[in-house]
């Protein structure tokens, strides 16, 4: 399993989460789903929760999350 498992948006989302358990991640974006208005948004969690849900936990625990970050500095 590498990082790329995951789309950029994909891990963005999970990173406005707490990331320490699979399960706990899991469960934290199941909760937020119903509060997702936005369908794009609903998409990407959904998404994100079915590759969370083929991984072990060993083999989360492996993996690195770190926000994307938009730079454009013409909107300076």
Do not use: H, W
Not at 6 to 32: G, M, Q
Request: charged share 25%; proline share 5%.
């Amino acid at each position: 399993m590498n990082q790329t498992f995951f789309t950029v948006e994909e891990e963005n989302l999970i990173c406005a989460f707490n990331v320490c358990r699979r399960r706990s991640l899991i469960k934290d974006i199941s909760a937020a789903m119903p509060d997702l208005n936005d369908p794009e948004l609903r998409e990407i969690a959904g998404n994100a929760l079915s590759k969370l849900f083929m991984l072990s936990e060993p083999e989360f625990t492996e993996l690195i999350f770190s926000p994307a970050y938009y730079n454009d500095e013409s909107e300076v």
